[in-house]
């Protein structure tokens, strides 16, 4: 008997679905795409160059079993339903998937939903449409950039420099990676000074700072000048002012992509691969007591936009739960940004019902994590303002004034929900009255540095992406892995850092590629694939500007761009006696025969001496602890010491011990 047959992405998904549309459907999954270009044609590119950039797709081998499942399964179908994320990616995995199936347009519908719940699966089933070919073109015309780049890039530095590969939006990341490292390595620190003053009032400990002199800001530049302000205070410091003013705290919108994993980052400490992995998971479904649903829209977003459902759901969750005074409603203000794609809604909980309490018995310990953050986002974007009473306290000696501030809440509003994730350390401070003198203070003085611009983390990078316009959301997770990956940068306290290979591949693209791999080249492209899927430019019109200016900067650098590697070394192979040379790997360099394929033969590298700090090791008290380098997990280029008998004992210290420490250890046995 026919039926009607729903195609997903995701086989996740597809369990999620199959439970809400009964016997008279079948919901199966496309694991992604089903084909991609060839690699074939001019440079491998996989298109027409001459026909208008056509491309050419071949079937990917390990899909093409599903590919046969599906055909059989079209051939006993009444409908055939593309239900594909509902994104440009998505779309094109529709369009894919009507060519390669063969389906005719009154044999199928385009259906999207945003959201894996029933009431959204159903609506989505009354609501098909035709597959939006603006939208495939804008995909398959980044596919196009992406591949005639990437190939081009990646085989030049290949030969050229033995680096691994390059990219439209990864080479541009990696040049601000390296551009901020140089302005820290340019950085001259500048010498200052602050002076505080320390007081108790009331069991409150309090730190006020040096602020102005005779009214006018005061700046201190060595110890001399210090030493002259210390010698012109009195014993006795005066409140000569307080100040209060309330102010108005808004809450922030919902999430988008971008702003999730920023705070997923810096709130949480995930990095964007693990927070867009776990953010899949609570999309697709997770199996509570009675239902298996999706607990959230689509995390792959740039609006901020919330549903008239949600918001009513929510305002009447939040009027009674904390009263009307803490509803504020939508502000549709937020929702007015460029290239929004306002179709789709901003990450918020499917329910506002499915609070994180109600759900954390069927989460892991991070999915709870990461939805008690969307949760809390979504329902405060809608809550009231909070209002805060800023206080500042004026201390007074011989005209100099000391300064330290508070803060009161005086309406929490949607603090109620987000405060804990808000990190504000503000204290309200003590009653004092003008003219009260400190009893006991204490003066200090800080000698301090300037210090330079902060290293990119992953929440400031995926930052300074968005508001470059470098990339899209669903892009950034992956353009940095792949940075991590090639070794063109290393994380040291959670920070990128280049490697000597990602400066050098950086200034190699910046030396011969400056017109095509810079921040406003790159985001021009962006707003380019924007208008082509708003139907306001044409694709390979814009793929022919782009290829006559970036193919002859390809063969200038061919021709141009002196080759570093293999480096011939004087050294004979012991195997075949063909001359040694130093090539460059993915673990860096390395000596091997220059024969190759023929002779495989590798130099092994000299171990690395050992470091010895000749500290007995508390364990087995018959070795000493050395210095080592932790190369795998989370630790991965971090010093630990360990015993110099490992494996016979294997004591290891983050920390080299002390006799202080050893009761405290961290020792492993």
């Known amino acids: 008997m026919a039926k009607n047959l729903v195609i997903v992405e995701s086989p996740a998904k597809s369990k999620t679905i199959e439970k809400y549309l009964g016997s008279d459907y079948i919901v199966t999954s496309s694991k992604g795409h089903i084909r991609d270009l060839v690699t074939r044609g001019y440079g491998g590119f996989g298109v027409d160059i001459e026909n208008n950039f056509q491309p050419m797709y071949k079937i990917l081998k390990d899909k093409a079993p599903i590919v046969r499942e599906l055909k059989k399964l079209v051939k006993t ?11 440009r990616e998505g779309e094109a995995i529709s369009w894919h998937l009507a060519e390669v199936l063969d389906l005719k347009k009154k044999d199928y519908e385009r259906i999207e939903f945003h959201e894996v719940t029933k009431t959204a699966i159903l609506n989505a089933l009354q609501n098909g449409r035709d597959i939006n070919y603006d939208l495939v073109k804008s995909q398959e015309s980044r596919r196009i950039l992406d591949r005639i780049i990437g ?7 290949q030969r050229k420099i033995g680096s691994k590969s390059a990219g439209r939006v990864q080479s541009v990341a990696l040049k601000l990676i390296v551009d901020r490292e140089r302005e820290i390595e340019a950085f001259v620190p500048e010498e200052y000074w602050e002076v505080f003053l320390d007081f108790k009032e009331k069991n409150h400990k309090l730190k006020a700072k040096l602020a102005s002199y005779n009214n006018e800001k005061i700046k201190l530049t060595s110890k001399e000048e210090t030493d002259k302000v210390l010698n012109s205070l009195s014993d006795e410091y005066v409140v ?3 100040l209060t003013k309330n102010r108005e705290k808004s809450s922030k919108e919902p999430y988008i992509t971008s702003t999730l994993q920023q705070d997923a980052s810096s709130k949480l400490g995930f990095n964007a691969k693990k927070t867009m992995m776990i953010a899949q998971k609570l999309y697709e479904g997770v199996e509570l007591k009675s239902e298996r649903v999706g607990l959230i829209t689509y995390m792959r977003t740039d609006s901020y936009r919330l549903s008239n459902d949600f918001i009513s759901e929510a305002k009447e969750l939040i009027i009674s739960k904390f009263g009307e005074k803490y509803y504020r409603g939508y502000n549709e203000v937020k929702n007015k940004g460029k290239n929004v794609q306002d179709a789709h809604e901003a990450i918020r909980p499917t329910r506002a019902n499915y609070s994180p309490e109600s759900v954390k018995e ?14 809390a986002r979504a329902l405060s974007s809608l809550m009231s303002n909070a209002l805060v009473e800023d206080q500042k306290l004026k201390i007074d000696n011989n005209g100099y004034i000391f300064e330290v501030g508070g803060e009161r809440i005086l309406f929490d509003g949607y603090m109620k929900i987000y405060g804990d994730y808000e990190g504000n350390d503000a204290k309200s401070l003590p009653a004092f009255t003008v003219g009260q003198i400190l009893k006991n203070p204490e003066i200090s003085s800080e000698q301090k540095f300037t210090s330079p611009a902060t290293r990119y983390s992953e929440a400031r990078l995926i930052k300074k992406m968005e508001e470059l316009g470098i990339g899209r959301p669903s892009t950034y997770a992956i353009t940095m892995e792949t940075l991590k990956q090639r070794n063109y940068v290393k994380m040291e306290k959670k920070m990128f850092v280049p490697t000597k290979q990602g400066i050098l ?15 406003k080249y790159t985001a021009d492209m962006e707003e380019s694939l924007d208008e082509i899927s708003e139907g306001k430019k044409i694709w390979y019109e814009e793929l022919r500007k782009f290829y006559d200016e970036f193919m002859p900067l390809v063969s200038e650098a061919n021709e141009k761009m002196p080759k570093i590697y293999p480096v011939l070394l004087e050294e004979k192979c012991p195997n075949c006696g063909s001359p040694l040379v130093m090539r460059n790997g993915r673990f860096g360099e390395f000596a091997a025969c220059s024969a190759f394929p023929k002779c495989r033969y590798i130099k092994k590298k000299e171990p690395e001496p050992v470091v010895d700090t000749n500290v007995e090791c508390p364990v087995c008290h018959k070795g000493t602890l050395v210095e080592r380098i932790s190369k795998k997990g989370r630790s991965k280029g971090q010093k630990f010491y ?20 050893l009761e405290k250890s961290d020792s492993v046995e």
């Open 505 to 519: 591949t950086n200034d190699k693209l910046a030396e011969y590629f400056s017109s095509i791999i810079n921040v």
């Open 240 to 242: 000569s002012d307080i």
């Open 362 to 375: 069927f989460l892991t310990n991070d999915e709870y994590k990461l939805y008690s953050l969307i949760y």
């Open 77 to 87: 179908s009444d409908k055939v339903y593309l239900a594909t994320d509902p994104d």
């Open 151 to 157: 190939f081009s890039l990646s085989k030049l530095l």
């Open 642 to 661: 360990a015993c110099s008998r490992y494996p016979d004992c294997k004591a290891t210290y983050s920390n080299l011990p002390t006799e202080e420490t």
